[in-house]
C-alpha cells in the first residue's frame, strides 16, 4: 500500500508554496508602499506654487535685462530725449519739439527777407518774427527752474494763475534784431524818419535814433551780445562746416556755408506760442 509521506521533500509543493509566499509578501510591500505615499503625499498645487516661486526671480531678472537690452539698442525717443537735455519748459511738456535734418541756405550773398538796408516791410518782418508775446508759466515751473517764486509777477495779477515769462528763443530773436538795427542806426535817421513817427514803429525800431549818441543804446546792444555769446557758449553748435577747393579764390579755398543740421521746426513753436499767449499784443512783453 503506497502512502504519502507529509515530511517527504518535494520540489513542486516548495515551489509553489515558495511563490504563494512571495506575492503575498509582495502585495504588502505595494501596500505599505501606498500607505506610506497617502501619508506623505501633497497636493499637487502646492508643488507647482512653490516651483514657480524658485523661478519667479529668475524670470523677473530676465525680463528687466531684455527691457533694458532694448532700450539701449534703440534708444529713448527724442520726446525722452529733449526733456533731458533741456531745462524745465511748458512747450516741450506738451511736445512741440519736432526734428527735421536740413542744408542751411547759407551762401556769403545769399538773398532772403531778413536781410538788406532797413524799410518798412523789413522792419515789419523781423517783429514779427519774435515779437509774438509772452506765455504763462506753471505755479510749479519755477521750482522746476530751480528759481524762487518771490516778487515773480503772476498773469494778470492773479495769484491763482500762473507767472509771466517769455520763451528764450524770442528774446534772443529780439536781441538780434536789435544788433541789426543798431548797425543802421544813422539809416532810419536819414530814410525812415517819417516812417518812425508814424504810430507805433518806434517801438518796433526800439533807438533813440535822434541822439548823438545814447547810453541807454549802447548798454542795451551789449547786453544783446552778451545773451547771444551766453547761448552760443551754451549749446555750442558741434556740426563740421566743411571747405571747399577753390583756385580763383585768394586762399584757394571757401567755407561751405550750407552746413548740414538737425532742426527743431519754428513753426510748431510759433504756434504754440500764439496759442498760449496770455498777453494780448497791446500788453506783449519787452525784454531789455
Avoid at 538788406?116 to 505755479?139: F, S
Avoid at 528759481?147 to 528763443?169: F, P, Q
Avoid at 558741434?238 to 577747393?245: I, K, S
Wanted: with cysteine.
Amino acid at each position: 500500500m503506497n502512502f504519502v509521506n507529509p515530511f517527504r521533500y518535494s520540489s513542486l509543493a516548495s515551489r509553489s508554496r515558495f511563490f504563494e509566499t512571495c506575492d503575498e509578501e509582495d502585495q504588502n510591500l505595494v501596500n505599505q508602499n501606498r500607505q506610506a505615499e497617502k501619508r506623505d503625499a501633497k497636493p499637487r498645487y502646492r508643488i507647482y506654487a512653490s516651483r514657480l516661486l524658485a523661478i519667479l526671480p529668475w524670470a523677473l531678472a530676465f525680463v528687466s535685462t531684455a527691457l533694458l537690452v532694448c532700450n539701449f539698442v534703440s534708444g529713448p525717443d527724442e520726446f525722452t530725449c529733449t526733456r533731458l537735455l533741456n531745462p524745465y519748459s511748458p512747450a516741450i511738456e506738451d511736445g512741440v519739439v519736432e526734428y527735421y535734418d536740413t542744408d542751411f541756405e547759407n551762401e556769403f550773398a545769399h538773398k532772403t527777407k531778413y536781410r538788406g538796408p532797413p524799410t518798412p516791410e523789413l522792419e515789419q518782418t523781423w517783429d514779427e518774427l519774435w515779437n509774438i508775446g509772452g506765455v504763462e508759466v506753471p505755479l510749479d515751473g519755477p521750482a522746476r527752474l530751480g528759481k524762487s517764486t518771490n516778487n515773480l509777477l503772476h498773469v494778470d495779477s492773479d495769484e491763482n494763475r500762473g507767472y509771466s515769462g517769455m520763451i528764450e528763443a524770442f528774446h534772443q530773436l529780439h536781441c538780434l534784431n536789435l544788433i541789426r538795427q543798431y548797425t543802421w542806426r544813422d539809416y532810419y535817421k536819414d530814410n525812415l524818419r517819417e516812417w518812425l513817427d508814424k504810430g507805433d514803429h518806434r517801438r518796433i525800431v526800439d533807438l533813440d535814433i535822434l541822439a548823438n549818441k545814447s547810453v541807454g543804446d549802447r548798454m542795451h546792444v551789449d547786453h544783446c551780445i552778451e545773451t547771444l555769446r551766453l547761448q552760443l557758449m551754451c549749446n555750442a553748435d558741434m556740426t563740421p562746416m566743411l571747405v571747399f577747393e577753390d583756385r580763383d579764390s585768394p586762399l584757394g579755398s571757401k567755407a561751405d556755408f550750407n552746413v548740414h543740421h538737425k532742426c527743431r521746426r519754428w513753426d510748431r513753436l510759433v504756434e504754440w506760442q500764439r496759442v498760449h499767449t496770455p498777453i494780448q499784443d497791446a500788453n506783449r512783453l519787452h525784454p531789455m
